[in-house]
């Protein structure tokens, strides 16, 4: 099928704007405060917490490195696969709001935001994560 140039150039140009707009208008939804509070309880309640998504190799790398190298008995931990769940989007939105990072994982030890699993394995490396988790494993 022919297109011309012209409806091709325009049709690229259409696409790429609802493609913005979609993002756009994603990042801005609004969170309910009370979604916000409730994360905020999980953080604190929870020594050690990760927002992941089940399908996410960042996840998986995060959840290997504290479960299998660092050895921290499942009980310790507390990981939310957002993906499965309900509210995962409305939780995801939350933590936006909280600490400004827009992908998952999101990891948290003794109530401090560490970031995603970039930032995890560079104190993991460091042996910055091993002295965190040491009050916690004792
Ligand atoms: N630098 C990040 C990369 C994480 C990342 O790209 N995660 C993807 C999923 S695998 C993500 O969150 N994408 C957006 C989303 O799922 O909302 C890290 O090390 O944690």
Avoid: W
């Avoid at 020594?47 to 998504?53: D, E, G, R």
Wanted: include cysteine.
């Amino acid at each position: 099928m022919h297109i011309p140039e012209n409806l091709r150039l325009v049709l690229i140009i259409i696409f790429f704007t609802v493609l913005y707009y979609h993002r756009h208008k994603k990042e801005n939804k609004m969170v309910a405060q009370e979604t916000i509070d409730y994360v905020q309880k999980l953080i604190k309640e929870n020594k050690i917490i990760v927002f992941a998504k089940s399908y996410c190799p960042y996840s998986i790398a995060t959840r290997r490195t504290l479960f299998n190298d660092c050895k921290v008995p499942q009980s310790k931990a507390l990981v939310l696969e957002l993906d499965l769940m309900q509210d995962g989007q409305e939780i995801q939105q939350a933590l936006l709001a909280i600490n400004g990072q827009k992908t998952v994982p999101h990891v948290y030890i003794a109530g401090e935001f560490i970031g995603g699993n970039h930032e995890l394995q560079q104190i993991f490396q460091s042996g910055e994560l091993q002295k965190k988790l040491a009050p916690i494993l004792a």
